[in-house]
């Protein structure tokens, strides 16, 4: 097994440190989060950060790379807007998804130029990927600082939630395999999900015979 103290992850080359440590939390959720500026011209980024923060009021998080000397249009447009979507990544749209990462024009839409189609919900001002199964729309609460690396934890609260009806229990259980929902590995890699049990609420007194 191969060892990496702290010395020795300080001193790799920047892109073997870069693909390391992105890839050592395992696979992360595959999302598109779309927003609009105040042109309404829209905006699709693919990230693989958002996380549950509590389910009553219903929150997500995720987490944007320092904002110095770079333009980050979904800050600005979730800092302008205060609304936006996040979208399950398709299995069969990864290499679309993936591209949206590239470094486009504020003025130009990652919907048109990664072939994603713009859906909108009445009355909610922030565009949803038509393509994704399972779409959310949010609504801005806070930004957290994260001082040690200049990041930004963006919180927002869940207004809508659409998921296909086929993936959802009626215990309200997401099926994310009959979803083709997609994972990420490090930067640049991209999984299938496939399910592999569900299991009971845990109790001490109820351990299985383990293998």
Known sequence: MKHYKKENIIDLEKVKRLNI???????????????????????????SSVVHLGSQPALLG???RPQLNVVRDTYNNIMSNKLYTINHLPENYTLNGHYTSAKFNSDESEFKFCKFTEWFHDGFDAPFVKESSLKIGLKFQESIPIKINNTIMIVGS??????????????????????????????????????????PYAIRNELPDFK
């Open 158 to 199: 869940v207004e809508h939630i659409f998921v296909n009806s086929e993936a959802l229990s009626e215990e309200g259980y997401i099926d994310l395999e009959k979803l083709h929902s997609t994972g990420i590995g490090g930067l640049n890699s991209y999984y299938k999900l496939k399910k592999i049990s569900s299991y």
């Open 21 to 47: 440590i992105n890839s050592i939390t395992g696979i992360k959720p595959g999302n598109l989060i779309g927003s609009m500026d105040n042109d309404k011209t829209t905006n699709l980024a693919i990230f």
């Open 62 to 64: 995720f987490i944007l």
